[in-house]
């Protein structure tokens, strides 16, 4: 299962606030893409994973300015 979160024009931390939130109403083993334009959105993802547990699998790509992350929520 798979949902995508779209935080294009936020500056932090408005990307990471609207993830944790995303992320209370997904299932465990859900990956959520989330499209990004903040420049700390890498930094801050994966700190918001380190932090909460959850799987930062991957930058997926980048394209016109636009960064997109695969998130996958662990139990």
Aim: aromatic share 4%; with cysteine.
């Amino acid at each position: 299962m798979a949902e995508i979160l779209d935080t294009t024009g936020l500056k932090c931390p408005l990307p990471v606030l609207k993830v944790r939130k995303a992320m209370r109403n997904v299932p465990a083993g859900t990956r959520l893409t989330v499209l990004a334009t903040d420049p700390l959105a890498p930094l801050d993802l994966q700190h918001f994973c380190n932090e909460t547990g959850h799987e930062f699998e991957q930058v997926a790509s980048e394209e016109d300015g636009v960064m997109r992350f695969v998130i996958r929520r662990t139990g």
